[in-house]
């Protein structure tokens, strides 16, 4: 069943906002379509400015004084979009939304987490395995079903050592300043970092090498322009890495320590102790709307 943006957009029924962002420029509403939830996510682009031929006074459309003092002048504006072909804003829409959706995006208190590997291995591994199913179907989809097959940008179909690299849905794929991709693993035994141990050494470092050389040949950024990182805890339990512009730095948790874990300090702690990931203490920030927090002893023993 396949649905247009303008379609779900027209149909849906706002109910409460989820989210504003001021800092990232960003909105989350909760509503209906067709009486299931939906989410609608909005983000306002930053300014995609075409040196050669920019004119200031082309994209501010009323410009009103508020105030002004010695050499300082600050104002009120409409301001449009610096290029006419770029999109001012993007929309990502979830439907149907299920509870998980709807409490990832509302706003929420954060706690600060040390997970120890007998924390993991009672509570957090159970809990990785009942959110297999159905929430990472968009995963399988794209690995095994074709899906979102056109963006890719490489796809690599070794069973052990493949991956898709595809355009994030975080991206608007115009904006090279927020380029942002997402690398997902075509095999399915990885669920997030405490799966990984010293095999996995060379696998992660022809996935990191693959990576870096097919994004700098696609788009043209150079390798020490990319910010290389998983997440953990990540939204999704099947190995994937992120691949973004180190001068996107509206992601807010996204890319804070607590949540993000570059990808060579991942080799690295494997190259230094075998088990790293399974014998230490990790460390991270959860919101008290994750299903984890849910979990009464989860809790107690943090
Ligand atoms: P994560 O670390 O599991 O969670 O990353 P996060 O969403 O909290 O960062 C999953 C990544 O996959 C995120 O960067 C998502 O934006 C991206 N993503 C999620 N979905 C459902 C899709 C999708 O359907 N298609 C694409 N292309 N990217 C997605």
Redesign the pocket.
Known sequence: MEHSPEELIGNFQFQRILKNDPKEKTLVLLGLIDNKDAIVFLEKSHFNVDQGSFKVGDIIKEIRLINNNDVYFWSSALIEHSLPEAPSGKVNIIYPATETHIK?YEEQKIHYITETPEMYATYVKPYIESMKGDRIK??Y??LFHG??SE?FVYHDKDPDNGFVL?????WDKVNMDSL?L?CIVNRCDISSIRDLNSSHISFLENLKKKIITITCTTYSIKADELRVF??YQ????HL?I?VVNLMHQGLGN?IAAGRAILLDDVIENLRLVSDYYQVRNLNYFLGENHGLWAIEGFREAN
């Open positions: 990832k968009w995963v989809n794209i899906k979102e963006t595809l355009p994030d849905m975080k942002y997402c998983v997440h990540p939204s999704y339990y994937h992120h996204g």
